[in-house]
């Protein structure tokens, strides 16, 4: 039961050490920690006071702190504004769960005017890097601001874990600082929860980057060579080398603008995929009116190269412009 200041504090406490306890790293247990003191002063401050309890969980092989916080308070009027980032918890109204967002890889928060709130979320332990992985993924990377300005207003992820790649591109609306600023946070987001579900990243990232102009992205993500995951929001450009099309669609919209809430609908597509094909992402920084026979043999080149050559041969003076390449070294 929380209550006051000094449960505040011991809560947060009890949370360091049982993450440790876990097995969580210094790191995460700290973040944890703040978690659990953010959900702990959101109880004083709107209830009066509120029951916080930890519970170990499992999914398979992994294992997890999932935290609870129980309250009987006036209940939270905008579930979905609370959790965005930017909604600080300093005004007497807001009810500031960006934190919990940003740090636990899963939120979930019921809430009914007057009858109270609960919120649960979990944090997974990590597999520690293994070296031993075959590297069988070859990705290449090639940006660069519009006129060399300092700030890129485009970032990319890159993930292996585990024999899973994520990538990433993402592209913050407009140019210079503050689309750095949003391009960053949606990456910040998509690199420390790169596995859960890839429609579930677009939820977070878009709460995560909401106090931004906010950013269209897409994200691929391979769980073996032979299948691609794949989801997108605004105007990334997608290509797969080789004769057979590949049919990725286009969900319109921006991620991180309040409405219509596009990241709600995002939908995963499947692919199959085989060694030869290459993956390509690019920002509207580059035109999108080009095809592979433009650059004979470009597909049997290295990653990088064949990032290099687009960007030099596509990109246009006045906007942030980058390309990812994917192909596999087996091929
Ligand atoms: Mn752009």
């Known amino acids: 039961m929380v209550a006051d200041r000094i449960d505040c504090l011991a809560a947060q406490q009890s949370a360091r050490s049982i993450a440790l306890n876990l097995g969580f790293a210094d790191a995460a247990s700290e973040e944890i920690a703040l978690v659990v003191a953010e959900l702990a002063s959101n109880l004083v401050k709107h209830a009066g006071r509120g029951a916080l309890t930890f519970r170990k969980v499992r999914n398979g092989e992994r294992i997890g702190l999932e935290v609870k ?56 332990l990590r597999p520690r890097p293994d070296a031993l992985l075959p590297h069988i993924w070859d990705v290449g990377v090639a940006t660069r601001a519009r ?48 596995d859960q579900p890839l429609d579930k990243i677009f939820v977070g990232a878009s709460r995560a980057c909401s106090a931004t102009r906010g950013v269209v992205m897409a994200l691929a993500c391979f769980p073996s060579i032979t299948h691609l995951s794949f989801a997108s929001v605004g105007n990334i450009e997608a290509r797969a080398s080789g004769a057979r099309r590949v049919p990725f669609g286009v969900h319109r919209g921006i991620l991180g603008a309040s409405e219509p809430h ?56 006045n906007d942030d412009a980058t390309v990812l390449c994917v192909r596999s070294v087996a091929s």
């Open 147 to 194: 006129h060399s300005a300092p700030e890129n207003g485009d970032a990319f992820v890159l993930k292996e874990s585990q024999g899973v790649l994520l990538v990433g591109l993402i592209d913050g609306l407009g140019h210079g600082e503050p689309a750095k600023k949003a391009a960053l946070a949606a990456q910040q987001y998509v690199q420390t929860h790169y």
């Open 262 to 317: 596009v990241e709600r609908h995002v939908k995963l597509e499947e692919f199959e995929w085989s060694p030869e094909i290459v993956l390509v992402l690019h920002t509207d920084g580059l035109s999108s009116r080009w095809d592979w026979d433009d650059f004979p043999a470009l597909e049997r080149q290295p990653a990088r190269d064949i990032a290099t050559k687009l960007l030099h041969e596509l990109a246009n003076e």
């Open 69 to 124: 916080a129980q309250d009987n308070g006036p209940g939270i009027s905008d579930i979905e504004k609370s959790m965005t980032d930017g909604c600080t918890t300093s005004g007497s109204l807001g009810y500031g769960l960006g934190t919990v967002n940003r740090l636990m890889d899963e939120i979930d928060v019921q809430s009914q005017p007057g009858a109270g709130t609960q919120i649960l979320c979990r944090r997974w």
